[in-house]
């Protein structure tokens, strides 16, 4: 979609991949997130801009420099370099 793309962030210490999104998302309504507390598994994002886990099989997913993390957004401390992609897009787990 590339709807932020080439958006740079500030982020501080501590930030993680949720919070800046978090952040965008006080600046900018239009992104319309919503997430979700799951036992076990910690804080999901559940549909953002209109577009909501389970259609067509696609999930917010995340990646930090290309990689897709094996921990939730909520627990992925970033670093000053990171470059975080939202996609959304068929589970690869």
């Known amino acids: 979609m590339g709807l932020y ?9 501590g930030d993680t991949a949720l919070s800046v999104l978090k952040t965008l998302t006080m600046s900018d309504t239009a992104l319309q997130l919503t997430t979700k507390e799951y036992a ?8 953002m801009h209109g577009l909501k886990n389970g259609v ?12 897709i993390p094996q921990v939730g957004a909520a627990s992925y401390t970033l670093q ?8 959304f897009a068929p589970s690869t787990f």
């Open 5 to 13: 793309a080439q958006k740079q962030v500030a982020i501080t210490a």
């Open 56 to 67: 067509e099989h696609k999930y917010w997913q995340y990646k930090v420099n290309g990689v």
């Open 40 to 47: 076990g598994l910690g804080t999901l994002v559940v549909s």
């Open 80 to 87: 000053p370099s990171d470059t975080v992609e939202w996609i």
